[in-house]
């Protein structure tokens, strides 16, 4: 029987992964999957007390049921995104999409 | 005993291709350990009795999520001659202070704190219709507002990458 104190750690470096591909990567789509990581390490974590300290109830789990659902919504919109600026400017870098930066 | 060597091999897969993804130096590899990763998560969704959404993340990350990244990737041409530069900016060594702060943090807030049901022996089977009454009935407001926001977020995208007339 594997602890709720295991999932969390695992949790916690997937997510720290996470941070630092979104902070380090300068390409678009990768910046995309780090962010992907992240939600995954949120959706365990809320499937992991969902199921030691809730199991009659499963909060967790329907929260994580709409995690996904944002996250489908939000890689579709952000690859359209993407697929745009390359055609505009030839580019998926997001140092040079600078366009609205002050 | 045998399902807690299991878990720690599918925690440490988890755990390098979660690292693979950040660390690869070619974007497809990023893409490809990015779908062993998910996968892997969804392995430990098993591990929790959640088969249900299991299913739904191999159905969806596995699948469609991962088409979608490898496709724009391809539409995009990042490995392309001409378009070869650093994955990274020059703010990595910042990003990796702040990821391994942030990873010290956390492991010193879980291992710093008692959780409870610490005494659970063995988790207990999530039936399927509990899920369904759960997602169906208590939450039907957030799932129909949910499939809303999916709907016109989609349309939306279609819009933004369709080709225009002229272009």
């Known amino acids: ?102 | 005993m045998a399902t807690e060597v299991l878990w720690w091999i599918f925690a440490a897969a988890i755990a390098l291709l979660s690292a693979g993804v950040v660390f690869s130096r070619s974007i497809i590899h990023s893409a490809i350990f990015l779908i062993g990763s998910l996968a892997g998560v969804g392995a430990m969704y098993i591990f929790l009795q959640m088969e249900f959404l299991a299913l739904v993340q191999f159905l969806i990350y596995g699948g469609a999520v991962t088409v979608l990244i490898l496709l724009a990737l391809m539409l995009t041409r990042p490995d392309a001659p001409g378009h070869r530069q650093s994955l990274n900016g020059t703010q990595q060594p910042f990003a990796l202070l702040v990821g391994a702060g942030l990873m010290v943090i956390l492991f010193a807030v879980i291992t710093g704190t008692t959780w409870p049901g610490s005494d659970i022996e063995s988790l207990t089977e999530v039936p399927l219709t509990l899920v369904s009454q759960r997602l169906f009935e208590d939450f039907g407001a957030p799932f129909v507002i949910a499939s809303a926001l999916l709907l016109v977020a989609l349309v939306g995208a279609i819009i933004l990458a369709r080709q225009e007339e002229g272009e």
């Open chain 1, 1 to 102: 029987m594997v602890p709720l104190e295991n999932y969390l750690v695992l949790s916690a470096i997937i997510f720290s992964l996470g941070v630092y591909g979104v902070l380090a990567r300068r390409n678009a789509v990768l910046v995309l999957m780090s962010i992907e990581l992240m939600l995954n390490a949120v959706s365990l974590n809320f499937i992991a007390f969902a199921a030691y300290l809730d199991p009659g109830k499963i909060t967790g789990a329907i929260f994580a049921v709409f995690v996904i659902t944002v996250a489908a919504a939000e890689v579709g919109l952000a690859l359209a995104i993407v697929i745009r600026l390359f055609r505009n400017r030839a580019t998926s870098n997001v140092d040079e999409a600078a366009i609205m930066k002050w």
